[in-house]
């Protein structure tokens, strides 16, 4: 399974502000223009666009409603949102609390219950990594009367994992378990005997954290299990690190980055690299290619773009995407051996 390459998007939840508030996002965020950008349901962008890979951005809620009255919507005078989800408790889905927080699925489970339904679908589909990133509120919002930090801690990432295991049941989940080998630490396990084969992760999903190598997020979560013993995630780790068997290295523009990572995916760590940085990449150079083409050839399994499809760029004067010739997957330029160059997905699939 690490002998592929697939194509993310990049906070795949992300729908863009309506103007009243985008006129206001700059007070608050700086780039604001970065946050111009919408993406399909995440079912859409498995069916219709090809995408093997999305990414979560996640905040905790333990008593619900903490997201519920966003400050840049009442400043803006647009009234609550009318989302029952939003005042339930549970993990909630957004990028900027009081910000920047509309999202086509406002709670963790229901993306995921949305990711089921397609997987359910298509059993024999490439595995599908799931990335997250663990968020927590702005202190200037929070100054400001808007959303409370909470930061993440251990019981708050037990919830996580329950949430993630009350949608897929285990023969659909990929877990660290499942990878470790008897006596040996995570990361040994992938380095001396790799991942599973291609054809047992089929139909499979799994969840890769973004937060790391170093950040207090990922040591909540290894406590007490540096292997990730019973978790459900893997986490971004550094190579020496009993759990490192996940590196996200998100810059693949000079060489020396490029082979770096190649050398990361020949040793068999899983990797993920992005494509474009919003909106520079479109707007800031002319419409470049280069970080697109070295990122696709760096090797790293998961190329994250903003971009998946044509038509996304155009508002910006460009025709760019990042795609894999409407394919989901391709046999990975770094560790093909054995892939065949075939179709990795059911023809069907593509129809």
Request: charge should be negative; aromatic fraction near 6%; include cysteine.
């Amino acid at each position: 399974m690490n002998h592929i390459q697939v194509i993310g998007s990049h906070n795949s939840y992300h729908i863009e502000a309506p103007k009243a508030e985008r006129d206001l996002q700059s007070t608050f965020a700086s780039g604001a223009v970065d946050l111009q950008y919408s993406h399909s349901a995440l079912d859409v962008q498995l069916e219709h666009l090809h995408v093997r890979n999305l990414e979560i951005d996640v905040l905790a809620d333990p008593d619900g409603g903490m997201f519920s009255q966003p400050l840049i919507r009442r400043l803006a005078g647009l009234g609550v949102p009318n989302d029952p989800a939003l005042k339930q408790k549970g993990t909630k889905v957004l990028h900027i609390p009081d910000v920047d927080y509309h999202t086509s699925c406002s709670t963790l489970v229901s993306c995921l219950r949305v990711i089921k339904g397609w997987m359910d679908a298509h059993p024999d589909s490439v595995p599908l990594p799931i990335m997250m990133e663990f968020k927590t509120a702005e202190k200037l919002g929070e100054r400001l009367g808007g959303a409370k930090v909470v930061p993440w801690n251990t019981e708050l990432l037990d919830i996580v994992d329950e949430e993630i295991r009350s949608v897929f049941g285990a023969s659909q989940l990929l877990v660290p378990d499942d990878v470790r080998r008897d006596g040996l630490t995570l990361e040994e396990s992938i380095l001396k005997h790799g991942w599973p084969d291609l054809d047992s992760a089929r139909g499979r999903i799994f969840f890769l954290m973004d937060n790391g190598p170093v950040n207090d997020v990922r040591d909540a979560y290894i406590e007490g299990r540096p292997s990730l013993e019973g978790r459900v995630l893997f986490t971004n780790s550094a190579p020496g690190q009993d759990d490192c068997a996940f590196q996200k290295h998100n810059d693949p523009s000079t060489d020396a980055n490029v082979d770096f990572i190649q050398a990361q995916v020949r040793a068999n760590y899983w990797v993920r690299t992005r494509a474009d940085e919003p909106l520079d990449t479109v707007l800031g150079h002319n419409c470049s290619t280069s970080r697109r083409d070295r990122a696709l050839r760096s090797g790293a399994h998961v190329v994250s773009t903003d971009f998946p499809a044509f038509g996304m760029s155009a508002r910006w004067g460009c025709d760019y995407a990042v795609r894999m010739e409407g394919e989901g997957a391709r046999c990975n330029p770094v560790r093909g051996e054995g892939c065949g160059g075939e179709r990795l997905e059911p023809e069907e699939y593509y129809r």
